[in-house]
């Protein structure tokens, strides 16, 4: 006896259907958490005690974008704009480093920014607190 319903058919296109909603999901909860937190992070830098907090690791962010691009470079690929979100703890360990978009020198900042450690933040923390910091780095030659 043939089957003449094809509901077998069916199955394939909805599992591909299924697989394309998901995906679609997880970026769109992946780009709002990042912007999530890069919103985060400028405004706890934003404060006056903040500026004073992110000039204060302006030597290891130099250092870090020197290791990642070569000096004089005006290479387009080592030149743009990019931003990166971050977590500090009270000692100034540095965690959870994202970058936007992902280039060859954003992903080098990110290695590298994630060894770094930074000053005590000079906000209260309370135990386990993590300071959210981003920023924008435009590289230009």
Same mark, same amino acid.
């Given at each position: 006896?043939?089957?003449?319903?094809?509901?077998?058919?069916?199955?394939?296109?909805?599992?591909?259907c299924?697989?394309?909603?998901?995906?679609?999901?997880? $970026?769109?909860?992946?780009?709002?958490?990042f912007?999530?937190? #890069?919103? #985060? $992070?400028? !405004?706890?830098?934003?404060s006056?005690?903040? !500026?004073q907090?992110?000039?204060?690791?302006?030597?290891?962010?130099?250092?870090?974008?020197?290791?990642?691009? &070569?000096?004089?470079?005006?290479?387009?690929?080592?030149?743009?704009?990019?931003?990166?979100?971050?977590?500090?703890?009270?000692?100034?360990?540095?965690?959870?480093v994202?970058? @936007? &978009?992902?280039?060859?020198?954003s992903?080098?900042?990110?290695?590298?920014?994630? @060894? #770094?450690?930074?000053?005590? &933040?000079?906000?209260?923390?309370?135990e $386990?607190?993590l300071? &959210?910091?981003?920023?924008?780095?435009?590289?230009?030659?």
């Open positions: 006896m043939k089957c003449r319903d094809n509901r077998f058919d069916y199955w394939p296109k909805c599992i591909g299924l697989l394309v909603s998901i995906i679609f999901f997880v $970026g769109t909860v992946y780009a709002s958490d912007a999530a937190r #890069a919103k #985060a $992070g400028k !405004q706890a830098l934003g006056p005690e903040g !500026q907090y992110e000039a204060s690791w302006g030597e290891v962010m130099g250092t870090i974008l020197h290791t990642c691009i &070569p000096i004089g470079s005006s290479e387009s690929a080592n030149l743009g704009r990019f931003t990166f979100v971050a977590d500090v703890s009270a000692s100034g360990v540095v965690s959870s994202e970058v @936007e &978009p992902s280039t060859a020198v992903r080098c900042f990110a290695q590298h920014f994630r @060894e #770094a450690h930074l000053p005590r &933040p000079p906000m209260k923390l309370k $386990g607190e300071l &959210p910091i981003a920023d924008d780095i435009v590289i230009t030659p």
